[in-house]
């Protein structure tokens, strides 16, 4: 009988995505994981050329300069490598200083990443347009985020007018995510309780505060089930950014069944589909307009039905599983 590979699971922080595709390969194969905690470190080295030799492939989150590191251990003794270049990794925003390729060091570790690990993985039609912009690689493989629709879904009728957003308070975030733009639409809708969801990481959160109309809250880092919770009770959930690789915060209140009201950047478009109410980016008047539509419509179930038909977590898991098999030649 054959052993279950070994996998190495390599990754900077462990974000809910990451730990998401964390447990499913601990599902399929035996995984040592291993958190790449700074840039330049001798230590980090010794420790991941250690765990190569030990383990028939090597699975790493994000295309930046651990990644290269990994990818070229990994070559160097004859192992195969995967990277998920989401996000930050392929994206080119100068204006909002977003991306590892706006500075040409950090590109070229990104460039190598794309060009040399065996597969690289894109979570959405965008991120792997972003990705073809930088090599000419077949390498480059589609499979979506999944999402877990037993875990979020809608609990009792809505009764209040709740809108809310989710995203880490960081100044990169206040466009980025839209997050300015979210707090500046509040002020035209004063009887609708708006709230943004996520931790406060640095001073940000004083601007926030300081334009801030009464009918904003701001929670700070809630757990799991608290954020589990305001899905269930919010009506819309906006996503009003300049960038997103994917969305899975919108995918989650979609199955919550909010209704989206979104921009048209990025993959949000993707996963929000015909279910999303669209606005101009940076624009709260006419994401106010927008809100005070989706409040009234029915599309809620149509939200859900969208991210429980398209964006599986067992669809996630079966394309993660196989692709691996095929690498490090396991029969299925």
């Not at 462990?14 to 995984?31: A, G, N, T, Y």
């Not at 300015?180 to 001073?203: C, Q």
């Not at 757990?223 to 009506?235: D, F, N, T």
């Not at 029915?298 to 067992?314: L, Q, V």
Request: with cysteine; hydrophobic share 40%.
């Amino acid at each position: 009988m054959n052993r279950r590979k070994r996998i190495l699971f390599v990754y900077r922080q462990l974000s809910p995505f990451v730990k998401k595709d964390l447990e499913i390969l601990q599902r399929h194969f035996d995984v040592i994981s291993h958190q790449w905690t700074t840039t330049r470190d001798i230590k980090n080295v010794l420790r991941v050329m250690w765990y190569v030799l030990r383990t028939d492939l090597s699975f790493i989150w994000f295309a930046g300069w651990h990644a290269a590191q990994v990818v070229r251990i990994s070559k160097l003794f004859w192992k195969k490598s995967i990277v998920v270049a989401s996000g930050h990794s392929v994206a080119n925003m100068p204006r909002i200083n977003f991306g590892l390729m706006i500075s040409p060091e950090s590109a070229r570790k990104v460039i190598y990443v794309l060009e040399n690990a065996d597969k690289v993985l894109a979570v959405s039609e965008f991120n792997k347009n972003e990705i073809l912009r930088y090599t000419s690689h077949d390498n480059i493989k589609l499979i979506y985020h999944g999402v877990d629709f037993n875990k979020y879904k809608p609990q009792g009728k809505k009764e209040e007018n709740l809108v809310i957003t989710v995203g880490a308070v960081t100044k990169l975030h206040l466009k980025r995510k839209g997050l300015e733009s979210f707090v500046r639409t509040a002020k035209f809708l004063p009887d609708v309780k708006f709230v943004l969801i996520g931790g406060h990481l640095d001073n940000t959160i004083k601007y926030l505060k300081s334009i801030a109309s009464p009918n904003v809250e701001f929670t700070g880092f809630v757990s799991g089930e608290e954020l589990l919770s305001y899905y269930q009770r919010a009506k819309v959930y906006v996503q009003v950014s300049a960038h997103e690789g994917f969305g899975c915060s919108l995918a989650e209140a979609m199955l919550c069944e909010c209704v989206p009201v979104v921009t048209e950047c990025g993959a949000i478009p993707e996963v929000a589909g015909d279910a999303g109410f669209y606005v101009p980016y940076g624009d709260p008047e006419a994401t106010a307009e927008a809100i005070e539509e989706a409040l009234k419509s029915d599309k809620g179930k149509e939200a859900r039905e969208r991210i429980k038909t398209m964006f599986s977590i067992e669809r996630r898991e079966k394309e993660l599983a196989e692709i691996i098999r095929d690498l490090v030649g396991v029969e299925k």
